[in-house]
């Protein structure tokens, strides 16, 4: 356990914010989780609340450590726990701190936009671009990632599909792939260096930062 935590720290960080935030939602609202007001007041995203006031803008990060009821805490924390120690051995703990952020800020932009009356919660987003990379760096040229990536690009599609399940957030989960995508094209992974060169972590950055910008300020306007 403690060398784990020595190499995958941020991983565990993550993990403990998940439990903080759902045990002290249980503990203040007597077990009833689910409920829409307790949700808002943890920091889940409802999109008219930053339409009426930007203030409300950390809901965009906020919202990946609060969960709609155990079953969803417990399945999104155990798949970070896994997950997440593979991408932060493979690109430190600082990289993998922002990918973790980045790419559930960009699941909840999607939701901002196309899910605009929903309440919207959840790892998930985040969950979404830490499997997206694993399958993009597939194309590097080492047979553990090409394996890695191979392994895990059907139980991307598996988990796509069944986001088309009603109360399941598509947008973010689509969100979250977009930004794991633009995440392995942008960031360098020694030894290989860029998945496709500066010309793929060009259109990495100017796809992540476009969409956030167009989504925001279609959400403003």
């Not at 249980?26 to 339409?51: H, T």
């Not at 957030?169 to 633009?182: I, P």
Request: hydrophobic share 55%; glycine share 12%.
């Amino acid at each position: 356990m403690m060398s784990q935590l020595k190499y995958s720290p941020v991983t565990h960080l993550f993990v403990a914010l998940n439990c903080l935030v759902f045990l002290l939602m249980y503990v203040v609202s007597g077990g009833v989780v689910e409920d829409a007001r307790l949700l808002i007041q943890f920091g889940a995203l409802y999109p008219p609340l930053i339409q009426w006031d930007l203030g409300q803008s950390y809901r965009l990060f906020s919202a990946i450590f609060v969960h709609i009821g155990f079953m969803h805490f417990f399945a999104n924390t155990l798949t970070i726990y896994f997950l997440g120690q593979q991408i932060e051995r493979l690109y430190g703990s600082v990289r993998f701190f922002w990918i973790y952020l980045l790419t559930g800020l960009m699941g909840n932009l999607f939701c901002l936009v196309f899910s605009s009356d929903a309440i919207v919660a959840g790892s998930s987003t985040s969950i979404f671009g830490l499997f997206t990379i694993l399958v993009v760096l597939r194309w590097l040229p080492n047979p553990y990632l090409q394996y890695l990536g191979q392994s895990y690009l059907p139980l991307l599609l598996m988990n796509l599909v069944f986001s088309l399940a009603p109360g399941v957030s598509l947008a973010g989960h689509l969100g979250g792939l977009v930004g794991g995508a633009c995440m392995a094209l942008v960031l360098p992974l020694a030894p290989y260096g860029l998945v496709h060169g500066r010309q793929g972590q060009a259109l990495g950055v100017g796809l992540y930062l476009g969409l956030g910008l167009l989504f925001f300020a279609s959400v403003l306007s």
